[in-house]
């Protein structure tokens, strides 16, 4: 809310003459944001110094990247632009990391926010501009208004701001939905219709994402169960809340925590098979004394598990029948939302055999692996899936094993000939892996054969006509391989019909997710797990190996457990990752209060790291390894 003028303008006459506001004058995460503010090294009346810009092209990138959260957030921006049309203002919508991506409103109020980079391509996290409803939404991820002069930076004093956070299914923030107005026109129900906005795009990703699983509806009424304005929960077939739209939270009281961590035991004091026993009508949900009424459509979804539910549940409830998952693309999906949208474009072309495939990633990030899966989610399942390695062949024997050959076609050639790896695709998936390292005679060859769709074997013969869907792979940047002579520009854009790219283990925000499938794979029979000591190590790990080398320590650490013991704990690591992980862990920041040089050097650690992650104060805390609380009592003092 916005705060009453005297003691706002109070407030920031203390603050710029003493540094400080006394307690109790403007609201505590305002003064929290002031403060993380000045520690981002900026001044009240000063602009916001080398803030940067996405070019056209960049803007681009970010927007192809977030297409989900963009495809879901256009048509709710639309609808938020009617209801604020005529009130001079914009209605914007940013990522994660605060980046600009999209407004839509109105015109002559854009040219005035375009002065103060309030556009698409500019950064407005809390490390570029201070406190502002986008960065400090983000920040806090919480809704909010940053209301005229409690902007930190004086020129963005004329504006009025309300935004809300929109977090993907399992809990992880996307993004922020924002209107930002002349604060002479402000109306406080601004908030209240940005929060609904986010509510809107939450509840539209969590439908395409968990369409097929276990939902359970809520609303405080029976009539508004199936509308946008319900709150929903998606649960596991073992028991688990494994999603949650923020309503769906706020109305059983918890927090996004408690994704993953959550029975439906602890969630409805019942368990799973009873919950879905009576069946898909409305129906009320007990709740405690002087609690307001709830009510709940519990849906049991498309799963393989058989639908129909006997009436009274089994006397032991089949919790150990493992999750099987749709298909080989779906079992992918563990959660991280940049790489399940990646997975949805790649369902869009899946039986588009036409469209040549390109994954891009590091080694080890699974490239290979989603290649199968794509074969073998698509209706070319029952045909061949050939995979050459091109890195791997010498170069003198490429072509042949690629094109085939006649016999006696060359010195050591097996006299009855070969089909060669393309005709041996016919019908499936060719798979070529490493397509950076084929030398360029090869090159022009493939792209001879990818025109024409026929295949001449070594040592002459008629072509034979060929048909497989092509995937390729490389971990270098194939542009930049074009770019230095050493990649043909007319085969690049052949092989591109849709590029792939695969995060880095680093980046993904499903290492617990992963870690229990690797677990799992590795002893499907025991029910292991980590210890938090070691996932905690293993988030601020930078995993240059990616999932191959997370799957080598799980196993290893797996091989060297006791029969009885059901825990990986630092012991069962070898040494080699844990000196690793101890050389690349300068996060922990010394306890507070502890000397002088040793806390500047702590300063300067939580500085670069809130600047890392765009002044997101829970994940600079999970990254520095201490609580949110400690980080802003050190950011304050
Ligand atoms: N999502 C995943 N779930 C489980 N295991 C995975 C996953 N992604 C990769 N792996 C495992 O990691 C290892 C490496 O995967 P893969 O060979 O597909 O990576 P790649 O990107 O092709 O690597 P390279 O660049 O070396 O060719 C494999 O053992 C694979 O099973």
Redesign the pocket.
Known sequence: MPTAPTPLRNARRQWLEQGQVETGLIPEPLRASWARSRAFGLTPEGRPAGAPHASAAQLARALEHRHALMSHARPVMAFLNDQVQGSDSLVLLADAQGLLLHSTGDAHFADRAARVALRPGAQWSEQWRGTNAIGTALAEGAPLVVHAGEHYLARNGFLTCAAAPIADPAGQLLGVLDISGDRRGYHRHTLALVRSGARMVEHQLFTARHAAGIVVRLHAQAEGLGTVTEGLLALSEDGWLVGATTAGLELLGLARRDIGAATVERLFGTELARLLAPGTAPRPLPRGAGQPPLWMRVEPGHTLRPRARPATPPPTPATDTPWRPLDALA??D?GDTA?AATLARARRVLDKPAIPLL?C????????????ALHTSSARREQPFVAV?CAALPETLIEAELFGYRPGAFTGASRHGAAGRIREAHGGTLFL??IGDMPLAMQARLLRVLEAREVTPLGGGAPVAVDFRLVC?S?RQLRDEVAAGRFREDLYYRLNGLTLT?PPLRERSDLAE?VA??LK?EAPDRALRVDSEVMAQFSRYRWPG???????VVRTGVALLDDGEDTLTLAQLGDELREAIASARPSAPPPVGGPGDLREQTDARIRETLAAVGGNVSEAARRLGVSRNTLYRRIRD
Request: without cysteine; glycine residues 8%; charged residues 25%.
């Open positions: 079992a992918l563990t790489f994954l990633g590091e080694t080890g990030t699974g490239k290979d692996l989603l290649a199968r390695n892996d490493e792979a971990h695969l992963l499938r690797l794979a990616n999932v191959r080398q997370l799957a080598n």
